[in-house]
């Protein structure tokens, strides 16, 4: 019999699975599946079938093929759960995020994720979003149905209106809200109706910044220390200035109330605009909230958010708070119809919002977040007393401080422990050198906790404190 038909029968699709070479069966077995997993014809999650009708296929003895699955499922191949099998572990190829650590020795070994970005994807909440979206959709009047409005849908933006004023401090009439696509389209719109050249802080998403470049807009760097940018080196020639004053994106502080009032006076001297970055803003934890920049001059400064920490980053649903000014050029700009999100997801994000389930769930996420934030300084304190931790105060992630030049073997370090994590260096403007650093760390891990699940999360931080360099 064809050693590999039945099997595929009982994973329904189609896996050859040849065990070439010579030697140990075992080994052997492993190989193949080791490799069908690194591939891609495995996907994570795929049951796979008892070890007795395998072995019968293969030919082999069951034990050899129950150690095999054993010996897969302690390296994390594998994941074995009574009554339901052995399966492809969730996490058994590296999650690749947008920018992974140049780390490709370990590249297809299974990995512990502490790169920033996203929250865990199993805390979405599925029964409060699904209850919103049965709502919303029974209540939608037939226009929802038809071609979108550019702008978005008016339940959605006076729910955010009332939403952001409440929270965030920021001046929103609805009729100044414009949706997109995330807050990557809001950036993409704005380098259309804004034109370059723009500023960014020094550090900063470097996809942000090919964003821009890509739609003709150049950055230079602006200096970043303690105390967030140095905005002082805003110029006439700065067409917009791109921070994150809330929670400097990645080194953690919050902009400081001078400097606050400086770019709020820079834009209104130069006719610059202040485009705020708001993308953690709800997510404090041990100091005052940090209001938006955007109430204090909303002609001068627009306010970009989404969904992406909050709920998901796949909703792909963002805001724009615009200066009048810019609502007809950006809407214009977005097209004739709404071509970025599903009104129908936008109801329900106006209902969830409305309902309070939107407050409930950011509140469940910040106690999260608090909590794995402490469970990482804990670690750091009984493992690695000599590293200084900051930006812990707000966010889903932390800098850790590390000595000069040693950030890169960090992470390099790490990569052997099975753990991506990326580094200061990563996110900082070409033509940099962090010089606005003179108090502020400039080597240093970013740590993002909020991704793994649960369960992942103490081996993640064992991982981590290993691979950092000794005091
Ligand atoms: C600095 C920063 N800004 C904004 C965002 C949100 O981007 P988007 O709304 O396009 O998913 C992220 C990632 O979630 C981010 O790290």
Redesign the pocket.
């Known amino acids: 019999m064809n050693s590999w038909v039945n099997s595929a029968e009982i994973l329904g699709s189609d896996l050859p699975l040849e065990l070439s070479g010579t030697g140990n069966r075992r080994a052997l077995l492993m190989d193949a599946l080791r490799e069908a997993v690194r591939s891609g014809r495995l996907a994570p999650g795929t049951r796979l079938p008892p070890y007795r009708s395998l072995a019968a296929d293969l030919g082999l003895a069951r034990n050899t093929v129950a150690d095999a699955y054993a010996e897969l499922v302690a390296e994390g191949w594998l994941a074995a759960r009574q009554g339901s099998g052995t399966r492809v572990a969730e996490r058994a190829v590296p999650v690749t995020p947008v920018h992974r650590p140049r780390t490709p020795e370990r590249a297809a070994r299974p990995v512990h994720d502490l790169v920033q970005?996203?929250p865990d994807p199993s805390v979405f909440p599925r029964t409060a979003w699904l209850a919103s979206a049965r709502r919303a959709l029974a209540a939608a009047p037939d226009d929802a149905f038809g071609p979108g409005d550019p702008h978005g849908r008016p339940e959605l933006r006076r729910a955010l209106a009332g939403y952001l004023a409440r929270v965030r401090g920021v001046r929103a009439a609805p009729e100044r809200i414009v949706l997109c696509s995330?807050?990557?389209?809001g950036l993409r719109l704005l380098a259309e109706v804004v034109g370059g050249p723009w500023a960014a802080e020094e550090y900063g998403?470097p996809f942000h910044r090919a964003l821009l470049a890509s739609h003709g807009v150049g950055t230079r760097p602006l200096g970043v220390d303690a105390d967030g940018a140095r905005v002082d080196g805003l110029t006439r020639r700065d067409r917009a200035v791109l921070l994150?004053p809330a929670h400097q994106?990645p080194t953690g502080g919050p902009l400081h109330p001078g400097r606050r009032a400086a770019v709020v006076d820079w834009a209104r001297a130069t006719g610059g605009l202040v485009v705020e970055?708001d993308?953690d803003g709800e997510f404090r934890y041990d100091r005052q909230p940090v209001g938006a920049v955007q109430g204090l001059d909303p002609e001068h400064v627009v306010l970009l958010g989404?969904v992406?920490?909050s709920l998901s980053?796949t909703l792909r649903i963002?805001w724009m708070v615009l200066p009048q000014r810019l609502v007809g050029p950006v809407v214009t700009a977005k097209g004739e119809r709404e071509q970025f999100s599903s009104a129908t997801e936008q109801l329900t994000l106006a209902d969830f919002v409305g309902s309070g389930a939107y407050d409930r769930q950011v509140r469940r996420m910040r106690q999260r977040h608090r909590r794995r934030r402490d469970q990482l300084v804990a670690a750091l304190e009984r493992r690695a007393p000599h590293i200084r931790v900051t930006g812990i105060a707000a966010g889903l992630h932390a800098v850790l401080e590390l000595p000069p030049g040693t950030e890169r073997s960090a992470v390099r370090a790490a990569a052997w422990q099975g753990l991506a994590v990326e580094c200061l260096a990563d996110y900082l403007h070409p033509g940099s050198e962090g010089a606005g650093q003179a108090d502020a760390p400039r080597d240093g891990l970013v740590v993002g906790y909020a991704t793994p699940a649960e369960s992942a999360y103490p081996e993640a931080l064992e991982a981590l404190c290993r691979a950092l360099p000794p005091g």
Not at 182 to 185: I, Q, S
């Open positions: 970005g996203q995330g807050a990557a389209h998403l994150t994106f970055d993308y989404s992406s920490k980053p963002g």
